[in-house]
């Protein structure tokens, strides 16, 4: 049987456009053709998820081509279908659809829709070279410069890709899409203040674009401009756009401005969809470090641990920890942890090792 994802992007696909079969009708025709493709290429001893994929892709792309081609669509019809088959990564049937419908398009809307298949199969030249005739046939379509833009940048060409974004938005000042690939190429650079810059002549302009928080946000934390990146979060909210990474930046920033509670419940939330995330789990580790919240900072250092066995930092907390929680002995184990990396540290906390010697003198004594 084919996967219910296929057939939820065909229900999707139905409500939206008129005239196509019931639903029924190609939940039949698709097992039909899945069957005869395993039939032929699945190897039914290993049970490969992968092939298994793999097929089910094929099937839809058969099946949903001869659907298409036997269906009219007008150019707006058609290029939400493009649209929606880019999304789902089925270029091949967006590939077709277009080539047998060619004539509902424009010149120049039929060869960009071809570079941005290309583009995206990976054959980034190819795409390139579609990209530079469609701006023959006409050079003042910002999006068209957007496009080339990223092609270059698949190719490594980044001056190439700066032009194209600063022609996109000299051709159409209003054009957000111009400032905002300009603000996420100079943050990938490292260029901060540039990202930040652009971003802030692209929030203007579409208040609700999601990414032009993340840039702004991350660019000024990385420039140590608190106030900023603050201003930006609270903006991000009076605008009531969300995202998941704004709620990690949004953590990041209570800590780095000393609100600690504050930081550990926003990525206490992100943890909570992303629990793997290194980075995110050391932050939440200083945070609780930061007031001294032994009791709950114990399994984040355990997990660190687990990718970082000799890192110093987290096995001093682990002392603490134990030592705040009278684990005496589990303490003692991690001293002489920390004892091999650097003899500094019977040092510094020689106080609480004279301590927990004594408690477990007592507990010895007692035993006795």
């Known amino acids: 049987m084919i996967s219910s994802k296929w057939l939820e992007l065909y229900q999707y696909i139905n409500n939206h456009i008129d005239n196509l079969p019931v639903e029924e009708l ?13 039939a032929q290429f699945l190897d039914k001893k290993k049970q490969d998820k992968n092939q298994i994929d793999w097929l089910e892709h094929e099937a839809f792309t058969l099946v949903l081509s001869d659907v ?14 493009f649209e929606t088959l880019m999304a789902a990564q089925l270029c091949q049937l967006a590939m077709s659809m277009i080539n047998h ?4 398009l424009s010149e120049e809307d039929f060869k960009t829709k071809c570079g941005l298949v290309y583009q995206q199969l990976g054959d980034y030249e190819l795409a390139k070279a579609i990209f530079e005739e469609v701006l023959t046939l006409n050079n003042t379509n910002p999006m068209t410069h957007c496009h080339l833009g990223f092609t270059h940048l698949y190719l490594s060409n980044m001056e190439l890709a700066v032009d194209c974004f600063e022609q996109s938005i000299e051709i159409a000042p209003e054009f957000v899409g111009g400032y905002q690939n300009l603000s996420g190429l100079y943050y990938q650079e490292g260029n901060f203040l540039k990202a930040a810059a652009y971003a802030e002549q692209a929030h203007p302009l579409d208040k609700k674009l999601i990414s032009t928080y993340i840039t702004a946000i991350s660019s000024y934390l990385a420039l140590g401009e608190k106030d900023k990146a603050e201003q930006w979060i609270n903006a991000a909210f009076d605008n009531h756009v969300v995202s998941m990474e704004l709620v990690r930046l949004a953590g990041i920033s209570a800590h780095q401005n000393g609100r600690c509670e504050e930081a550990i419940e926003a990525l206490d939330h992100y943890l909570s969809v992303n629990p793997s995330c290194f980075d995110v789990l050391n932050i939440r580790a200083h945070a609780k470090a930061d007031i001294k919240d032994y009791a709950n900072l ?64 007592l507990d010895i004594l007692e035993l006795s």
């Open 26 to 38: 190609i939940k039949e025709q698709l097992n039909d053709k899945l069957m005869f493709l395993s």
């Open 68 to 81: 298409f081609q036997k269906t009219s669509f007008t150019s707006s019809t058609l290029s939400f279908l």
């Open 101 to 104: 419908h060619k004539k509902v």
């Open 298 to 361: 114990e399994p984040d250092l355990k997990q660190l641990l687990v990718f970082e066995p000799h890192d110093e930092w987290s096995l001093e907390q682990l002392f603490l920890c134990y030592f705040h929680t009278e684990q005496w002995s589990e303490a003692q184990i991690i001293m002489v942890e920390l004892n091999k990396l650097s003899a500094h540290f019977k040092i510094t906390h020689r106080a609480l090792l004279n301590t927990i010697n004594k408690k477990l003198s």
